[in-house]
T-cell receptor, first 113, second 117 residues
């Protein structure tokens, strides 16, 4: 079982709509969860972190965490063309120390004007 | 805050030569730095984890004698690709984690694109 899984294929959403991304993880000991945005040819940029069950909102982004079900999601409201990027889910792996993060393969989001 | 720089941003070198990439945390002290490699349209691959003042921990399959990592200070880590070959051409990205009571957030540098001819 992969440490972090992001299974959906590319997501196309019309401008102004909500983009919804999901991620599951395997280590029940994980306590820290992150979403990174990566534009093509660029390095990842941290956009959200969440540590407790429930929702966390930051601007147009909402992260949702459910530790019992071992999933974390990201909602992008009022999607803009500038949101077109690959979104990486990252989870800390306590087993390895150093708070090493395991990354999912990413979900590509395309916002259509 | 939490700015990480990398130098150079891109480099072209000939096969057999060595290339050094620098990673600096500009506004915080990074007790741990990570080096990743990313091939086109693929996910990040962790190469190694380095802690200031100690030897790096390499991931399985990463040759430590080929990818030399030095984390000499709390703000600087270097990756040297020795005897580079065309298959080493990739996007190398470092990240840094703040020490002390900081969380597990990793802040990424802008990356270095290496092309070996």
């Amino acid at each position: 079982q992969k440490e972090v899984e992001q299974n959906s294929g590319p997501l196309s959403v019309p401008e102004g709509a909500i983009a919804s991304l999901n991620c599951t993880y395997s280590d029940r000991g994980s306590q820290s969860f992150f979403w990174y945005r990566q534009y093509s040819g660029k390095s990842p940029e941290l956009i959200m972190s969440i540590y407790s069950n429930g929702d966390k909102e930051d601007g147009r982004f909402t992260a949702q965490l459910n530790k019992a079900s071992q999933y974390v999601s990201l909602l992008i409201r009022d999607s803009q063309p500038s949101d077109s990027a690959t979104y990486l889910c990252a989870v800390n792996i306590p087993l390895y120390g150093n708070n090493r993060l395991a990354f999912g393969k990413g979900n590509q989001v395309v916002v259509i004007p | 805050g939490a700015v990480v720089s990398q130098h150079p941003s891109w480099v072209i070198c000939k096969s057999g030569t060595s290339v050094k990439i620098e990673c600096r945390s500009l506004d915080f002290q990074a007790t741990t730095m990570f080096w990743y490699r990313q091939f086109p349209k693929q996910s990040l691959m962790l190469m190694a984890t380095s802690n200031e003042g100690s030897k790096a921990t390499y991931e399985q399959g990463v040759e430590k004698d080929k990818f030399l990592i030095n984390h000499a200070s709390l703000t600087l880590s270097t990756l040297t690709v020795t005897s580079a070959h065309p298959e080493d051409s990739s996007f190398y990205i470092c990240s840094a984690r703040e020490g002390g009571s900081g969380g597990a957030e990793q802040y990424f540098g802008p990356g270095t694109r290496l092309t070996v001819t």
